[in-house]
């Protein structure tokens, strides 16, 4: 699976406001230095969590695969956003049918009933 097609957990802010909140935790872990030649780096965006130039800190894959384990051992429970059931199921109801399957049924003829 690529990583722009990996599903996260949704929270109620964004990734970095989050880390700014959690990074003195003990759970939390600063990743290493970014590789790469420094002159390929897109001078226009910063990572707050590496520190360094590339990537916005809220496009952060990193970021994003450390809060989502976090978010999965419950540590991270008060930016969880939880979902509501009612609207889900709502949404179900309201979707339009993807089809309708007509069947025909029959049992089998047996030896015990006769023609006429």
């Known amino acids: 699976m690529r990583r722009a097609d990996k599903k996260y957990t949704e929270l109620t802010e964004p990734i970095s406001a989050v880390m700014s909140k959690i ?3 003990s ?3 600063w990743p290493s230095k ?3 030649p420094p002159d390929t780096k897109k001078r226009d ?3 707050e969590y590496h520190k360094d130039h590339g ?3 809220d496009s952060c894959y ?3 695969d450390l809060l989502e384990e976090s978010a999965q051992d419950g540590q991270l429970q008060q930016y969880v956003r939880k979902r509501n059931p009612t609207k889900a199921i709502a949404l179900r109801q ?3 049918s993807l089809g309708v399957i007509h ?5 089998p003829m047996s030896s015990a009933v006769h023609a006429i």
């Open 23 to 25: 990074q003195h935790l």
């Open 27 to 29: 759970f939390f872990k």
């Open 34 to 36: 970014m590789v790469g």
């Open 45 to 47: 965006r910063r990572c």
């Open 55 to 57: 990537h916005d800190t």
């Open 62 to 64: 990193a970021l994003k």
């Open 94 to 96: 309201d979707s339009p």
């Open 103 to 107: 069947m025909i049924y029959s049992l």
